[in-house]
């Protein structure tokens, strides 16, 4: 064989090599799930456990339904994945629901699920009873080694970590099969916190974690990506007075306590929260203006997209509570999938004279469960403000969404607080509710006083009550 063909034979074998699935046992010493069994393409794959409801919160009016499973591997293409489970599987609902996503009962304890590729899924035997939380990730590029200038490196096995302090130019790394118990602060520039482990808060009570999150971060360009968040005791990935922050592919597996937040950034600019699964009890996404004394503690340019997002006690979204910033603006919620909620959904209710402004909704779907409110956009004041006066809302566009499940009353309502503290200029562009397009009149919409350009895909709303 020639130079030229030895090359391409070789480059052919390395990419067949490439392709797959990738698994990784876990640790010794954790204890795994014993309500599901997988299999990804011939390949056993770790389950692992997530609580929920800790004490001092169990027992109380909520039901999260239980503990839950979850599990991690890697493929590049198709795959075949083979759940077993002394549990019947037969009415297995799977959430968000594709049509490329197949699946095949094989027994009653026995079913087989067919993915295109990398996918973030909640199989559901019973609702949210005990759910597989399924993850199929992308394969990492080019992951650092562990002898490499200003990585720092836990492979596999169980690491009573605490504290991780993470600075200017350098990689926090977890490795697949790596169980990290602590908390991360990343404070600098250019700061990577990465890899397919898990970094585990469970082992700390409520708010009494080694880091006032589990990932704090003060910063200019950092990224988290790849990540398993396991049982967080209080937020968990807060950007605060940062700038050009990205939290990709990271999936994040809460409910343990309360006031475990999903992602919240802070007084921060250019954020990009994307292609992640959280579930969590508080708010999946809340954007705060918290007091900092920088040039710029605006919240702008904030991008949530591709995500799956479970609550269970609180609002998906909350936008306003906690922000007194001249601005929270530049917001961007697209091509999401809302899979199980309790409150308002959307919330944006700002106060302390900020200025919630252009803010677009796009490509939204969610799973509803009898909820009575969908949106609310209503300047407020609240236990959390230092200056008892409402924000101002302007400039919001609701475009393409859809809420299917079970009926209720899902109202979307605007009012604003005064003449001076309005709502103004919102927009709904296909948003349909059980299969009714919302519109001027509609019983689920409530306009309060002082709302002024309501329009529906060009017709403008009275903003009188209905």
């Known amino acids: 064989m020639n130079t030229a063909l030895f090359a391409v034979a070789a480059a052919f074998a390395l990419s067949s090599a490439l392709a797959g699935v990738v698994t990784c046992p876990a640790p010794a010493g954790e204890t795994l799930s014993a309500d599901y069994q997988i299999v990804a393409a011939g390949q056993p794959v770790a389950v692992y456990t997530a609580r929920t409801l800790d004490a001092p919160f169990a027992g109380k009016e909520w039901d999260f339904g239980g503990p839950y499973s979850f599990a991690n591997f890697v493929t590049d293409g198709p795959v075949e994945v083979r759940i077993t489970s002394p549990r019947s599987l037969r009415d297995v609902v799977i959430r968000p629901a594709r049509p490329d996503v197949k699946q095949r009962l094989e027994a009653d304890g026995t079913l087989v699920v067919s993915l295109p590729g990398p996918r973030q899924l909640s199989i559901e035997p019973d609702g949210k009873k005990g759910p597989l939380l399924l993850f199929a990730n992308p394969p990492e590029t080019n992951p650092p080694k562990p002898d490499a200038p200003g990585v720092i490196y836990f492979g596999p096995g169980v690491h009573r970590a605490g504290r991780i302090d993470v600075t200017n130019n350098q990689t926090l790394y977890l490795a697949a099969g790596a169980v990290v118990k602590g908390g991360v602060s990343a404070q600098g520039e250019n700061i990577r916190i990465m890899g397919h482990g898990i970094l585990d808060g469970s082992d700390y009570?409520?708010?009494?974690?080694?880091?006032?999150?589990?990932?704090?971060?003060?910063?200019?360009?950092?990224?988290?990506?790849?990540?398993?968040?396991r049982g967080a005791s209080h937020w968990t990935i807060v950007p605060r007075d940062s700038r050009q922050v990205t939290v990709r592919g990271v999936k994040l597996c809460g409910s343990r306590v309360q006031n475990d937040d999903g992602i919240n950034p802070?007084?921060?600019?250019?954020?990009?929260?994307?292609?992640?699964?959280?579930?969590?009890?508080?708010d999946c996404v809340a954007l705060k203006g918290l007091e900092f004394a920088t040039p710029n503690s605006n919240v702008e340019r904030v991008t949530v997209e591709n995500c799956v997002l479970w609550c269970d006690r609180a609002r998906i979204f909350l936008l306003g509570h906690e922000s007194r910033a001249p601005f929270m603006r530049g917001i961007t919620l697209r091509n999401l999938d809302i899979i199980h909620f309790t409150m308002t959904p959307f919330l944006f209710e700002p106060g302390e004279e900020m200025r919630l402004e252009d803010v677009l909704v796009e490509d939204v779907r969610l799973h509803g469960e009898g909820q009575t409110e969908l949106a609310r956009l209503k300047p407020v004041v609240n236990q959390y403000m230092r200056n008892q006066v409402p924000g101002h809302v302007r400039d919001i566009r609701f475009r393409n969404v859809t809420?299917?499940?079970?009926?209720?009353?899902?109202?979307?309502?605007?009012?604003g607080a005064d003449a001076t503290h309005a709502v103004r200029d919102v927009t709904f562009e296909n948003v349909e509710i059980l299969g009714e397009r919302l519109a001027a009149g509609s019983p689920r919409l409530k306009l309060g006083e002082h709302v002024e350009g309501v329009r529906f895909t060009g017709a403008t709303a009275s903003s009188a009550k209905p």
């Open 266 to 282: 802070c007084n921060s600019q250019d954020v990009l929260i994307t292609d992640c699964f959280i579930r969590s009890d508080d």
């Open 403 to 415: 809420l299917t499940g079970q009926a209720g009353a899902y109202r979307v309502q605007l009012s």
């Open 205 to 229: 009570e409520w708010r009494k974690g080694p880091t006032p999150h589990v990932i704090s971060i003060r910063g200019t360009n950092v990224e988290v990506s790849g990540l398993t968040i």
